[in-house]
C-alpha cells in the first residue's frame, strides 16, 4: 500500500481578499479561499492528521486518505482566523514559529500559542529566527537549533520534534545538525507528497493564486500540479540559487 500523504503548508492568511492580494504577494491566502480549502477536504472525506501522527503511523492511511495542515511564521493571523476556522470544522494543525518574533507585532503571543495548544494544535521550530540556515557557519547554526528547540520546550512543556527549514532551503550540514540536536524530521519544500518517517518532510506550499482545481488535484496526489511545480522550479528557482552562491564565492575570494 502506499503510504504517501500530502503536508500543506501555508503562511499568512486575509479577512480582507484585498489585503490577500497586496499583503506579502503570494504567500497570503483570503480568508474565504481558506474556508473553501477546509470544505474542499471535508468533500474529499480526508482526515486531517497531526504531522507527528503521519509521519510516525503510516498504517493511519487504511482507515482513509489522510492530509496534514501547516502553518509557518506564528503569523497574529494563525490564531485570529486559522484558529477559530479549524475549531469550526473540529481539525487539528501543527505551526513552525520562531521564538524571537513571539509577543511582536502581527506575531502570535505565549498566550495564544497556549491556548491554541490547549485545542491540539501543534507547535515545532521554524528555527530561532527567520533565517537561511544553509547560509550559518556550523557553530552558529547549531546554537540557532538547540535554542529555538530548548526555548519551544520550556513553554510548551513537551517535545519539539520536527522543524521547518526557512524558505525551504536545505543542505546536508542542516540536516545533520537537526538530527544531532533532537529534530525527527525536518520540513522542506518539495512540491511532493512525504513518506512516513521521511527525515527530509516534504510539504507543498498553498499560494494565493492555487486554484480549487489545482487544490483538489493536491488533495488526491494527482501527478499534474506537482510536476508543473517541480517544473516550475527547475526553470527559476534553481538557476537562482546557483547564482547566489556564485555571489556568495565572489564576495568571499581573498584579493589578490
Not at 63 to 80: C, K, M, N, R, W
Request: charged share 20%; hydrophobic share 35%; glycine share 6%.
Amino acid at each position: 500500500m502506499d503510504t504517501r500523504f500530502p503536508v500543506l503548508m501555508y503562511h499568512g492568511i486575509s479577512g480582507d481578499s484585498v489585503s490577500a492580494t497586496n499583503s506579502n504577494g503570494k504567500y497570503t491566502v483570503a480568508e474565504e479561499k481558506f474556508i473553501a480549502h477546509l470544505d474542499e477536504i471535508r468533500r474529499q472525506t480526508l482526515q486531517v492528521v497531526p504531522l507527528k501522527t503521519a509521519w510516525s503511523n503510516g498504517t493511519c492511511t487504511t482507515h482513509g486518505p489522510i492530509v496534514v495542515l501547516t502553518f509557518d511564521d506564528g503569523l497574529a493571523s494563525h490564531y485570529e482566523i486559522v484558529f477559530p476556522s479549524l475549531l469550526r470544522e473540529g481539525m487539528e494543525a501543527d505551526f513552525f514559529i520562531n521564538p524571537a518574533t513571539i509577543g511582536k507585532t502581527g506575531y502570535l503571543s505565549w498566550k495564544q500559542i497556549a491556548a491554541m495548544q490547549r485545542y491540539g494544535m501543534s507547535f515545532y521550530s521554524h528555527g530561532q529566527e527567520h533565517v537561511d540556515l544553509t547560509r550559518l557557519p556550523l557553530e552558529t547554526l547549531r546554537h540557532h537549533l538547540r535554542l529555538s528547540k530548548q526555548s519551544l520546550e520550556d513553554h510548551l512543556g513537551c517535545t519539539v520534534d520536527f522543524l521547518a527549514a526557512p524558505y525551504g532551503l536545505l543542505n546536508n550540514q542542516v540536516m545533520e545538525v537537526a538530527e544531532q540536536e533532537g529534530y525527527y524530521g525536518v520540513c522542506n519544500s518539495v512540491s511532493r507528497p512525504t513518506m512516513p518517517g521521511a527525515r527530509s518532510i516534504n510539504r507543498i506550499v498553498v499560494y494565493r493564486y492555487t486554484s480549487i482545481r489545482t487544490f483538489r488535484q493536491i488533495l488526491k496526489q494527482h501527478p499534474f500540479p506537482y510536476f508543473l511545480r517541480q517544473a516550475r522550479s527547475a526553470l527559476f528557482y534553481f538557476p537562482k540559487r546557483i547564482l547566489d552562491q556564485l555571489s556568495v564565492l565572489e564576495i568571499t575570494r581573498p584579493r589578490r
